[in-house]
Nanobody
Framework: QVQLVESGGGLVQAGGSLRLSCAAS????????MGWYRQAPGKQRELVAT???????NYADSVKGRFTISRDNGENTLFLQMNSLKPEDTAVYYC????????????WGKGTLVTVSS
């Protein structure tokens, strides 16, 4: 059982920066993929970025060059550094963990709201 708790959301002006964190707790195996997803009002949830336990990263085209996903050495905390924020980045950002060590397990946080003003 894994719990994910996001933090760091808030209101920021366009062009500004924000750093999101996701604290993971519970039974977390070493091999896993964590990621950030976001959902804007009236839209479906979309992938922002993922990072494996080995450090392999993937980004949505819309955030490449602006966002950086990372995780701590203990592999239990996930970060998203968001720079050059745009109003279209406004969304609830969700932390995700997928673990397929024994059987596929997927966990989601409750989200943190990021609002980018123009």
């Amino acid at each position: 059982q894994v719990q994910l708790v996001e933090s760091g959301g808030g209101l920021v002006q366009a062009g500004g920066s924000l750093r999101l964190s996701c604290a993971a707790s519970g039974t977390i195996f070493s091999g896993n993929t964590m990621g950030w997803y976001r959902q804007a009002p009236g839209k479906q949830r979309e992938l922002v970025a993922t990072i494996t336990s080995r450090g392999s990263r993937n980004y949505a085209d819309s955030v490449k060059g602006r966002f950086t996903i990372s995780r701590d050495n203990g592999e239990n905390t996930l970060f998203l550094q968001m720079n050059s924020l745009k109003p279209e980045d406004t969304a609830v950002y969700y932390c995700n963990l997928i673990d397929g060590t024994f059987r596929r397990r997927e966990f989601w946080g409750k989200g943190t709201l990021v609002t980018v003003s123009s």
